[in-house]
Protein backbone atom coordinates (compact mmCIF):
# COMPACT_ATOMS: atom_id res chain seq x y z
CA UNK A 1 0.00 0.00 0.00
CA UNK A 2 1.23 3.47 -1.15
CA UNK A 3 0.93 6.73 0.64
CA UNK A 4 0.51 10.02 -0.47
CA UNK A 5 3.31 12.03 1.49
CA UNK A 6 2.33 15.50 2.76
CA UNK A 7 2.80 18.46 0.51
CA UNK A 8 3.60 15.98 -2.41
CA UNK A 9 0.10 15.77 -3.82
CA UNK A 10 -0.51 16.51 -7.53
CA UNK A 11 -3.57 17.98 -9.17
CA UNK A 12 -2.80 16.37 -12.65
CA UNK A 13 -6.12 17.49 -14.55
CA UNK A 14 -4.98 20.94 -13.48
CA UNK A 15 -2.07 19.89 -15.70
CA UNK A 16 -4.52 20.25 -18.74
CA UNK A 17 -4.00 23.81 -21.14
CA UNK A 18 -6.65 25.65 -21.10
CA UNK A 19 -6.53 24.36 -25.29
CA UNK A 20 -7.31 21.44 -24.78
CA UNK A 21 -10.03 21.64 -22.46
CA UNK A 22 -11.59 23.88 -25.17
CA UNK A 23 -11.26 20.57 -27.70
CA UNK A 24 -12.30 18.39 -25.16
CA UNK A 25 -15.54 20.47 -24.37
CA UNK A 26 -16.48 21.56 -27.94
CA UNK A 27 -17.13 17.70 -28.75
CA UNK A 28 -19.50 17.14 -25.66
CA UNK A 29 -22.91 17.49 -26.34
CA UNK A 30 -25.78 20.03 -25.64
CA UNK A 31 -26.42 18.83 -22.09
CA UNK A 32 -23.38 17.72 -21.31
CA UNK A 33 -21.39 20.82 -22.16
CA UNK A 34 -24.33 22.49 -20.29
CA UNK A 35 -23.34 20.55 -16.84
CA UNK A 36 -19.18 21.09 -17.71
CA UNK A 37 -19.82 24.77 -17.42
CA UNK A 38 -21.34 24.87 -14.24
CA UNK A 39 -18.28 22.98 -12.65
CA UNK A 40 -15.85 25.86 -12.03
CA UNK A 41 -14.78 29.16 -13.37
CA UNK A 42 -12.68 28.02 -15.56
CA UNK A 43 -14.66 25.66 -17.11
CA UNK A 44 -17.51 28.42 -17.35
CA UNK A 45 -15.00 30.59 -19.26
CA UNK A 46 -13.30 28.35 -21.67
CA UNK A 47 -17.47 27.46 -22.40
CA UNK A 48 -18.00 30.84 -22.87
CA UNK A 49 -15.40 31.42 -25.13
CA UNK A 50 -16.52 28.22 -27.64
CA UNK A 51 -20.84 29.73 -27.37
CA UNK A 52 -19.59 33.35 -28.08
CA UNK A 53 -19.48 32.77 -31.96
CA UNK A 54 -23.01 32.58 -34.04
CA UNK A 55 -23.47 29.15 -35.10
CA UNK A 56 -26.02 27.45 -37.11
CA UNK A 57 -26.44 23.38 -36.57
CA UNK A 58 -28.84 21.27 -39.37
CA UNK A 59 -29.82 17.62 -39.48
CA UNK A 60 -32.33 15.91 -41.89
CA UNK A 61 -34.12 12.97 -41.41
CA UNK A 62 -35.72 10.69 -43.93
CA UNK A 63 -37.64 8.74 -41.34
CA UNK A 64 -41.28 8.44 -42.10
CA UNK A 65 -42.83 8.18 -38.47
CA UNK A 66 -44.03 10.45 -35.88
CA UNK A 67 -43.94 7.86 -33.04
CA UNK A 68 -45.36 8.51 -29.89
CA UNK A 69 -45.67 6.04 -27.47
CA UNK A 70 -49.12 6.72 -25.49
CA UNK A 71 -48.61 3.45 -23.33
CA UNK A 72 -45.26 5.16 -21.89
CA UNK A 73 -46.96 8.50 -21.71
CA UNK A 74 -49.61 8.04 -20.09
CA UNK A 75 -47.33 5.83 -17.31
CA UNK A 76 -46.94 8.83 -14.61
CA UNK A 77 -46.13 6.50 -11.59
CA UNK A 78 -41.94 5.66 -11.06
CA UNK A 79 -43.05 2.49 -9.85
CA UNK A 80 -45.70 1.09 -12.52
CA UNK A 81 -42.93 2.03 -15.01
CA UNK A 82 -40.26 -0.31 -13.28
CA UNK A 83 -42.99 -2.89 -13.25
CA UNK A 84 -43.56 -2.53 -17.35
CA UNK A 85 -42.90 -5.44 -19.45
CA UNK A 86 -38.97 -5.55 -20.04
CA UNK A 87 -39.45 -6.08 -23.75
CA UNK A 88 -41.64 -3.51 -24.75
CA UNK A 89 -39.50 -0.70 -22.73
CA UNK A 90 -36.46 -2.21 -25.06
CA UNK A 91 -38.13 -1.81 -28.44
CA UNK A 92 -39.68 2.01 -27.15
CA UNK A 93 -36.39 3.27 -25.84
CA UNK A 94 -34.42 1.54 -29.11
CA UNK A 95 -36.76 3.70 -31.24
CA UNK A 96 -36.41 6.69 -32.63
CA UNK A 97 -38.94 8.85 -34.66
CA UNK A 98 -38.28 12.26 -37.40
CA UNK A 99 -38.22 14.82 -34.74
CA UNK A 100 -35.99 12.84 -32.49
CA UNK A 101 -33.32 11.89 -35.10
CA UNK A 102 -32.73 15.59 -36.31
CA UNK A 103 -32.51 16.69 -32.20
CA UNK A 104 -30.14 14.29 -31.60
CA UNK A 105 -28.47 15.20 -34.55
CA UNK A 106 -28.42 19.26 -34.18
CA UNK A 107 -27.65 18.77 -29.94
CA UNK A 108 -24.58 16.82 -30.53
CA UNK A 109 -22.41 19.87 -30.39
CA UNK A 110 -22.41 22.76 -28.25
CA UNK A 111 -24.89 25.44 -29.21
CA UNK A 112 -27.28 28.01 -27.56
CA UNK A 113 -30.13 28.26 -29.80
CA UNK A 114 -32.51 31.26 -30.28
CA UNK A 115 -34.16 30.22 -32.81
CA UNK A 116 -35.37 26.64 -34.83
CA UNK A 117 -36.50 26.29 -38.26
CA UNK A 118 -37.93 23.19 -39.32
CA UNK A 119 -39.35 22.27 -42.91
CA UNK A 120 -41.61 19.10 -43.17
CA UNK A 121 -43.41 17.39 -45.49
CA UNK A 122 -47.59 17.60 -46.05
CA UNK A 123 -47.83 13.87 -44.76
CA UNK A 124 -46.49 15.16 -41.30
CA UNK A 125 -49.45 16.42 -38.92
CA UNK A 126 -47.96 20.13 -38.70
CA UNK A 127 -49.79 20.59 -34.95
CA UNK A 128 -47.97 17.35 -33.73
CA UNK A 129 -44.73 17.90 -35.31
CA UNK A 130 -44.80 21.45 -33.78
CA UNK A 131 -45.65 20.11 -30.41
CA UNK A 132 -42.91 17.30 -30.26
CA UNK A 133 -40.19 20.06 -31.59
CA UNK A 134 -41.14 22.54 -28.45
CA UNK A 135 -41.40 19.57 -26.27
CA UNK A 136 -37.60 18.71 -27.26
CA UNK A 137 -36.68 21.96 -27.51
CA UNK A 138 -38.10 23.49 -25.05
CA UNK A 139 -41.21 26.98 -25.17
CA UNK A 140 -38.56 29.66 -24.52
CA UNK A 141 -36.97 28.90 -27.87
CA UNK A 142 -38.57 30.88 -31.13
CA UNK A 143 -39.41 27.79 -33.30
CA UNK A 144 -41.42 28.05 -36.78
CA UNK A 145 -42.38 24.81 -38.23
CA UNK A 146 -43.58 24.58 -42.13
CA UNK A 147 -44.87 22.37 -44.59
CA UNK A 148 -42.75 22.27 -47.47
CA UNK A 149 -42.83 20.69 -51.40
CA UNK A 150 -39.55 18.74 -50.30
CA UNK A 151 -36.00 19.21 -48.90
CA UNK A 152 -32.38 19.66 -48.79
CA UNK A 153 -29.87 18.83 -45.88
CA UNK A 154 -27.69 16.23 -44.87
CA UNK A 155 -28.29 13.51 -42.89
CA UNK A 156 -26.07 13.35 -39.91
CA UNK A 157 -26.30 9.12 -38.99
CA UNK A 158 -25.33 8.17 -42.95
CA UNK A 159 -23.26 11.32 -43.76
CA UNK A 160 -24.89 11.95 -47.29
CA UNK A 161 -26.67 14.81 -48.77
CA UNK A 162 -30.32 15.05 -49.81
CA UNK A 163 -32.24 16.43 -52.19
CA UNK A 164 -36.13 15.24 -51.52
CA UNK A 165 -38.88 16.07 -53.83
CA UNK A 166 -42.08 15.14 -52.82
CA UNK A 167 -44.32 14.38 -55.31
CA UNK A 168 -48.22 14.92 -54.83
CA UNK A 169 -49.67 11.67 -52.92
CA UNK A 170 -52.15 10.08 -55.56
CA UNK A 171 -55.46 7.95 -54.47
CA UNK A 172 -55.23 4.42 -55.28
CA UNK A 173 -53.74 0.75 -54.25
CA UNK A 174 -50.28 2.15 -53.61
CA UNK A 175 -51.30 5.07 -51.76
CA UNK A 176 -50.46 3.78 -48.71
CA UNK A 177 -47.14 3.25 -49.52
CA UNK A 178 -46.46 6.53 -51.02
CA UNK A 179 -48.07 8.08 -48.37
CA UNK A 180 -44.96 6.34 -45.84
CA UNK A 181 -42.30 6.94 -48.41
CA UNK A 182 -42.81 10.74 -49.66
CA UNK A 183 -42.06 11.69 -45.67
CA UNK A 184 -39.06 13.62 -43.61
CA UNK A 185 -37.97 17.58 -41.75
CA UNK A 186 -35.15 19.50 -42.14
CA UNK A 187 -34.39 20.89 -38.78
CA UNK A 188 -32.19 24.05 -38.11
CA UNK A 189 -31.01 25.49 -34.86
CA UNK A 190 -29.36 29.32 -35.02
CA UNK A 191 -27.39 30.75 -32.32
CA UNK A 192 -27.02 34.46 -33.07
CA UNK A 193 -25.32 36.76 -30.66
CA UNK A 194 -25.93 40.27 -31.16
CA UNK A 195 -28.56 40.01 -33.07
CA UNK A 196 -32.69 40.61 -31.77
CA UNK A 197 -34.99 37.42 -33.53
CA UNK A 198 -38.88 37.59 -33.14
CA UNK A 199 -41.78 36.27 -35.70
CA UNK A 200 -44.50 38.96 -36.40
CA UNK A 201 -47.18 36.75 -37.81
CA UNK A 202 -49.83 38.35 -40.72
CA UNK A 203 -53.07 36.97 -40.50
CA UNK A 204 -54.69 37.18 -43.87
CA UNK A 205 -58.56 37.79 -43.69
CA UNK A 206 -60.18 38.17 -47.15
CA UNK A 207 -61.18 42.20 -46.03
CA UNK A 208 -58.48 45.02 -45.88
CA UNK A 209 -55.87 43.03 -46.83
CA UNK A 210 -54.18 46.21 -47.64
CA UNK A 211 -54.52 47.75 -44.41
CA UNK A 212 -53.01 44.32 -42.83
CA UNK A 213 -50.21 44.35 -45.12
CA UNK A 214 -49.46 48.31 -44.15
CA UNK A 215 -50.07 47.41 -40.45
CA UNK A 216 -47.21 44.08 -40.59
CA UNK A 217 -44.76 46.24 -42.10
CA UNK A 218 -45.19 48.94 -39.45
CA UNK A 219 -45.38 46.40 -37.09
CA UNK A 220 -41.92 45.07 -38.27
CA UNK A 221 -40.52 48.36 -38.31
CA UNK A 222 -41.75 49.18 -34.82
CA UNK A 223 -40.11 46.13 -33.32
CA UNK A 224 -36.43 46.83 -35.06
CA UNK A 225 -36.45 50.00 -33.46
CA UNK A 226 -37.40 49.10 -30.08
CA UNK A 227 -35.19 46.46 -29.90
CA UNK A 228 -32.10 48.39 -31.94
CA UNK A 229 -30.43 51.57 -32.76
CA UNK A 230 -31.69 50.46 -36.06
CA UNK A 231 -34.44 51.94 -38.24
CA UNK A 232 -35.54 48.78 -40.28
CA UNK A 233 -34.29 44.98 -40.07
CA UNK A 234 -31.07 42.88 -40.93
CA UNK A 235 -32.67 40.11 -42.59
CA UNK A 236 -36.29 39.03 -42.91
CA UNK A 237 -37.19 35.29 -44.01
CA UNK A 238 -40.70 34.96 -44.88
CA UNK A 239 -43.23 31.90 -44.34
CA UNK A 240 -46.27 31.77 -46.35
CA UNK A 241 -49.08 29.33 -47.07
CA UNK A 242 -48.61 28.29 -51.21
CA UNK A 243 -52.34 29.40 -51.19
CA UNK A 244 -51.41 32.84 -50.40
CA UNK A 245 -50.40 35.75 -53.23
CA UNK A 246 -46.96 37.20 -51.35
CA UNK A 247 -46.89 40.15 -54.18
CA UNK A 248 -48.90 42.51 -52.38
CA UNK A 249 -46.40 41.88 -48.91
CA UNK A 250 -43.33 41.51 -50.96
CA UNK A 251 -44.09 44.65 -52.85
CA UNK A 252 -44.99 46.68 -49.76
CA UNK A 253 -41.66 45.62 -48.09
CA UNK A 254 -39.71 46.29 -51.19
CA UNK A 255 -40.84 49.70 -51.41
CA UNK A 256 -40.33 50.62 -47.48
CA UNK A 257 -37.31 48.82 -46.44
CA UNK A 258 -33.83 50.07 -47.47
CA UNK A 259 -31.54 48.22 -49.64
CA UNK A 260 -29.37 46.69 -47.32
CA UNK A 261 -31.99 44.52 -45.39
CA UNK A 262 -31.41 41.17 -46.21
CA UNK A 263 -27.61 41.32 -47.09
CA UNK A 264 -26.23 43.48 -44.59
CA UNK A 265 -25.85 42.72 -40.74
CA UNK A 266 -25.78 44.81 -37.74
CA UNK A 267 -22.60 44.86 -35.41
CA UNK A 268 -20.56 41.53 -36.28
CA UNK A 269 -23.11 39.48 -38.24
CA UNK A 270 -23.29 39.92 -41.96
CA UNK A 271 -26.17 38.02 -44.12
CA UNK A 272 -24.99 37.12 -48.30
CA UNK A 273 -27.48 36.57 -50.95
CA UNK A 274 -27.56 35.63 -54.60
CA UNK A 275 -29.73 33.28 -56.58
CA UNK A 276 -30.05 31.02 -59.92
CA UNK A 277 -32.85 31.81 -62.54
CA UNK A 278 -34.75 29.21 -64.24
CA UNK A 279 -36.44 31.49 -66.71
CA UNK A 280 -35.46 32.62 -70.51
CA UNK A 281 -37.50 35.37 -72.18
CA UNK A 282 -38.61 35.47 -75.43
CA UNK A 283 -41.40 37.33 -77.69
CA UNK A 284 -41.85 41.03 -78.37
CA UNK A 285 -42.80 43.03 -75.54
CA UNK A 286 -46.53 43.55 -74.99
CA UNK A 287 -49.57 45.84 -73.37
CA UNK A 288 -52.30 44.07 -72.12
CA UNK A 289 -55.93 45.59 -73.01
CA UNK A 290 -58.30 44.13 -70.58
CA UNK A 291 -57.84 43.09 -66.76
CA UNK A 292 -57.36 39.52 -65.83
CA UNK A 293 -58.18 38.07 -69.72
CA UNK A 294 -55.06 39.23 -72.15
CA UNK A 295 -56.41 39.63 -75.57
CA UNK A 296 -54.93 40.84 -78.84
CA UNK A 297 -56.55 41.25 -82.00
CA UNK A 298 -53.43 41.20 -84.24
CA UNK A 299 -53.71 37.19 -85.55
CA UNK A 300 -49.93 37.81 -86.69
CA UNK A 301 -48.44 38.53 -83.06
CA UNK A 302 -50.71 35.16 -81.61
CA UNK A 303 -48.94 32.96 -84.84
CA UNK A 304 -45.36 34.50 -83.99
CA UNK A 305 -46.25 33.77 -79.81
CA UNK A 306 -47.58 30.02 -80.98
CA UNK A 307 -44.88 29.59 -83.19
CA UNK A 308 -41.99 30.44 -80.40
CA UNK A 309 -43.82 27.99 -77.99
CA UNK A 310 -42.67 25.49 -80.06
CA UNK A 311 -39.58 26.85 -81.08
CA UNK A 312 -39.24 26.89 -77.10
CA UNK A 313 -40.42 23.21 -75.14
CA UNK A 314 -43.75 22.33 -75.40
CA UNK A 315 -43.57 20.73 -71.96
CA UNK A 316 -41.99 24.02 -70.57
CA UNK A 317 -43.98 26.24 -68.28
CA UNK A 318 -44.70 29.62 -69.76
CA UNK A 319 -45.16 32.81 -67.53
CA UNK A 320 -45.59 36.56 -68.14
CA UNK A 321 -43.43 39.05 -66.43
CA UNK A 322 -45.55 42.09 -65.86
CA UNK A 323 -43.64 45.86 -65.29
CA UNK A 324 -45.28 48.00 -62.87
CA UNK A 325 -44.89 52.00 -61.64
CA UNK A 326 -44.28 51.86 -57.65
CA UNK A 327 -42.25 53.77 -55.38
CA UNK A 328 -38.50 52.41 -53.34
CA UNK A 329 -37.16 54.21 -50.77
CA UNK A 330 -33.63 55.27 -51.80
CA UNK A 331 -30.72 55.61 -49.80
CA UNK A 332 -31.75 58.40 -47.51
CA UNK A 333 -34.70 56.80 -47.04
CA UNK A 334 -36.81 58.88 -49.13
CA UNK A 335 -39.66 57.67 -51.29
CA UNK A 336 -39.19 57.85 -54.89
CA UNK A 337 -40.69 56.39 -58.02
CA UNK A 338 -39.58 52.91 -58.98
CA UNK A 339 -40.29 49.87 -60.98
CA UNK A 340 -41.22 46.23 -60.19
CA UNK A 341 -41.17 43.25 -61.99
CA UNK A 342 -44.44 40.65 -61.22
CA UNK A 343 -44.29 36.94 -62.74
CA UNK A 344 -47.98 35.32 -63.89
CA UNK A 345 -48.12 32.02 -64.74
CA UNK A 346 -49.74 31.44 -68.27
CA UNK A 347 -52.65 28.26 -67.69
CA UNK A 348 -53.55 28.54 -71.48
CA UNK A 349 -56.10 29.81 -73.91
CA UNK A 350 -57.12 29.56 -77.41
CA UNK A 351 -58.73 31.74 -79.90
CA UNK A 352 -57.56 35.10 -78.81
CA UNK A 353 -56.40 35.16 -76.13
CA UNK A 354 -54.45 33.35 -73.22
CA UNK A 355 -55.72 32.70 -69.43
CA UNK A 356 -52.94 34.09 -66.80
CA UNK A 357 -53.00 33.32 -63.27
CA UNK A 358 -53.17 36.32 -61.24
CA UNK A 359 -54.74 39.82 -60.71
CA UNK A 360 -54.01 43.25 -60.68
CA UNK A 361 -52.40 43.12 -64.45
CA UNK A 362 -53.67 46.58 -65.90
CA UNK A 363 -53.78 48.20 -69.23
CA UNK A 364 -50.59 50.11 -69.81
CA UNK A 365 -48.28 48.29 -68.10
CA UNK A 366 -45.59 46.33 -70.21
CA UNK A 367 -45.49 42.40 -70.13
CA UNK A 368 -43.20 39.80 -71.78
CA UNK A 369 -43.11 36.33 -72.08
CA UNK A 370 -40.74 33.66 -70.42
CA UNK A 371 -40.21 29.88 -70.60
CA UNK A 372 -38.95 27.93 -68.21
CA UNK A 373 -35.45 26.62 -69.19
CA UNK A 374 -32.78 23.95 -67.58
CA UNK A 375 -30.09 25.27 -69.52
CA UNK A 376 -31.05 28.79 -68.38
CA UNK A 377 -31.16 27.80 -64.75
CA UNK A 378 -28.31 25.50 -64.74
CA UNK A 379 -25.63 28.36 -66.50
CA UNK A 380 -26.54 30.31 -63.44
CA UNK A 381 -26.13 27.78 -60.87
CA UNK A 382 -22.72 27.76 -61.76
CA UNK A 383 -22.83 31.70 -61.87
CA UNK A 384 -24.03 31.32 -58.42
CA UNK A 385 -21.46 29.18 -57.25
CA UNK A 386 -18.71 31.70 -58.88
CA UNK A 387 -20.42 34.47 -56.56
CA UNK A 388 -19.87 32.49 -53.71
CA UNK A 389 -16.71 31.64 -54.28
CA UNK A 390 -16.09 34.70 -54.57
CA UNK A 391 -17.51 35.79 -51.51
CA UNK A 392 -15.10 33.16 -49.57
CA UNK A 393 -12.39 34.61 -50.71
CA UNK A 394 -13.10 38.83 -49.80
CA UNK A 395 -14.05 36.90 -46.74
CA UNK A 396 -10.60 35.05 -46.15
CA UNK A 397 -8.78 38.06 -47.31
CA UNK A 398 -10.67 40.21 -44.18
CA UNK A 399 -9.96 37.24 -42.46
CA UNK A 400 -6.78 37.62 -43.04
CA UNK A 401 -6.19 41.36 -42.14
CA UNK A 402 -8.48 40.73 -39.01
CA UNK A 403 -6.54 37.99 -37.64
CA UNK A 404 -2.78 39.97 -38.63
CA UNK A 405 -4.03 42.93 -36.58
CA UNK A 406 -6.22 42.14 -33.89
CA UNK A 407 -6.64 38.33 -32.86
CA UNK A 408 -5.70 35.42 -31.92
CA UNK A 409 -5.36 32.33 -34.62
CA UNK A 410 -8.92 31.12 -33.16
CA UNK A 411 -10.96 34.28 -33.65
CA UNK A 412 -11.31 34.33 -37.39
CA UNK A 413 -14.09 35.33 -39.51
CA UNK A 414 -16.72 32.00 -40.51
CA UNK A 415 -19.26 31.04 -42.31
CA UNK A 416 -21.70 29.86 -40.06
CA UNK A 417 -24.46 28.04 -42.50
CA UNK A 418 -27.14 29.51 -44.74
CA UNK A 419 -30.16 28.18 -46.11
CA UNK A 420 -31.35 27.50 -49.12
CA UNK A 421 -35.22 28.49 -50.73
CA UNK A 422 -35.53 26.48 -54.11
CA UNK A 423 -38.43 26.07 -56.74
CA UNK A 424 -40.59 23.11 -56.55
CA UNK A 425 -40.37 22.47 -59.96
CA UNK A 426 -36.61 22.38 -60.35
CA UNK A 427 -34.69 19.49 -59.30
CA UNK A 428 -33.19 16.35 -60.97
CA UNK A 429 -36.22 16.04 -63.02
CA UNK A 430 -35.87 18.89 -64.15
CA UNK A 431 -32.02 19.41 -64.71
CA UNK A 432 -31.29 15.62 -65.60
CA UNK A 433 -29.20 15.13 -62.89
CA UNK A 434 -29.26 15.56 -59.08
CA UNK A 435 -27.93 18.02 -56.42
CA UNK A 436 -27.89 20.66 -59.23
CA UNK A 437 -29.13 23.15 -56.63
CA UNK A 438 -27.39 22.65 -53.47
CA UNK A 439 -24.14 22.26 -55.30
CA UNK A 440 -23.53 25.83 -55.26
CA UNK A 441 -23.50 26.00 -51.77
CA UNK A 442 -22.00 23.08 -50.95
CA UNK A 443 -19.34 23.13 -52.87
CA UNK A 444 -18.19 26.58 -51.53
CA UNK A 445 -18.82 25.80 -48.12
CA UNK A 446 -18.35 22.11 -47.75
CA UNK A 447 -18.08 22.40 -43.28
CA UNK A 448 -20.98 24.89 -43.06
CA UNK A 449 -24.21 23.81 -42.12
CA UNK A 450 -27.58 24.03 -44.27
CA UNK A 451 -31.00 23.41 -44.49
CA UNK A 452 -33.14 24.10 -47.37
CA UNK A 453 -36.68 23.79 -48.73
CA UNK A 454 -38.30 23.31 -51.77
CA UNK A 455 -41.31 25.90 -52.40
CA UNK A 456 -43.57 27.82 -54.71
CA UNK A 457 -42.26 31.33 -55.19
CA UNK A 458 -39.20 32.42 -54.04
CA UNK A 459 -38.57 35.77 -52.25
CA UNK A 460 -34.83 36.96 -52.55
CA UNK A 461 -33.44 40.57 -52.70
CA UNK A 462 -29.58 41.48 -52.47
CA UNK A 463 -26.83 43.37 -53.85
CA UNK A 464 -26.42 43.36 -57.86
CA UNK A 465 -22.84 42.11 -57.96
CA UNK A 466 -24.17 39.16 -56.06
CA UNK A 467 -27.35 38.56 -57.53
CA UNK A 468 -26.01 38.75 -61.42
CA UNK A 469 -27.49 41.87 -61.97
CA UNK A 470 -23.88 43.57 -62.86
CA UNK A 471 -26.01 45.06 -65.97
CA UNK A 472 -29.31 46.53 -63.68
CA UNK A 473 -29.41 50.28 -63.84
CA UNK A 474 -32.05 52.81 -62.56
CA UNK A 475 -34.58 52.19 -65.02
CA UNK A 476 -34.20 48.58 -64.95
CA UNK A 477 -37.45 47.04 -62.53
CA UNK A 478 -36.84 45.48 -59.12
CA UNK A 479 -38.02 41.58 -58.92
CA UNK A 480 -38.10 39.95 -55.67
CA UNK A 481 -40.56 37.29 -55.62
CA UNK A 482 -38.97 34.91 -58.54
CA UNK A 483 -40.19 31.97 -59.99
CA UNK A 484 -38.14 29.02 -61.09
CA UNK A 485 -35.49 30.21 -59.06
CA UNK A 486 -33.06 28.88 -56.02
CA UNK A 487 -32.10 31.23 -53.45
CA UNK A 488 -28.88 30.77 -51.35
CA UNK A 489 -28.70 32.79 -48.09
CA UNK A 490 -24.99 32.93 -46.53
CA UNK A 491 -24.18 33.90 -43.37
CA UNK A 492 -20.69 35.17 -41.95
CA UNK A 493 -19.07 36.69 -38.68
CA UNK A 494 -16.65 38.83 -38.31
CA UNK A 495 -15.59 39.20 -34.17
CA UNK A 496 -14.78 42.75 -32.93
CA UNK A 497 -11.67 44.09 -32.71
CA UNK A 498 -9.55 43.11 -29.79
CA UNK A 499 -8.73 46.03 -27.89
CA UNK A 500 -5.16 46.36 -26.61
CA UNK A 501 -3.96 48.83 -23.38
CA UNK A 502 -0.23 49.86 -23.29
Not at 15 to 41: D, G, H, W, Y
Not at 97 to 102: F, G, K, L, M, R
Not at 352 to 359: A, D, I, L, M, S
Not at 436 to 441: G, H, I
Request: with cysteine; hydrophobic share 40%; charged share 25%.
Amino acid sequence: MAKQLPGRRTYRFLLVTEEIMQNILSRLPVLAFANAACVNKCWYKIGSQILKRPKLASALSLNPSLHVCCFCSNISNPVVKLKTNRAHQFLCNDYKDAVEEVTEQVLSEPIRPHFAIACISKEFDLDLTHGLIIKKLGSSILIITNIASGIIGVDGIADELHEEKWETTTVGPNSQELDTIDRGLVLLFGFLPGLKISTIPLLRPMLESNKLVDKFVMDILHYTSVVSDCQAPTAIIIFGDKTTDMKLVVSKMDCVMPEETIIVGIREIQFHVTMSKGLMPFGPKLEPCKTRRIEWVAVEILNDLKQQFRDADMSADIYISVTKETMRTNDSGILIPGRCLDFYRVKGGGGRYFNVHGVDIQPGDSFLFYHSDSETASSTCVHAFNKLLTLKAELKSKNYLHLSKFADKDDKKEVPGGLIFSCDRRGESFFGEPFVDSSPFFDSFPTAPVAGLLCRGEIGRGPKSLMNEENKDEKTPNCCLHVYSTIYLVMSYLPPPTCFLY
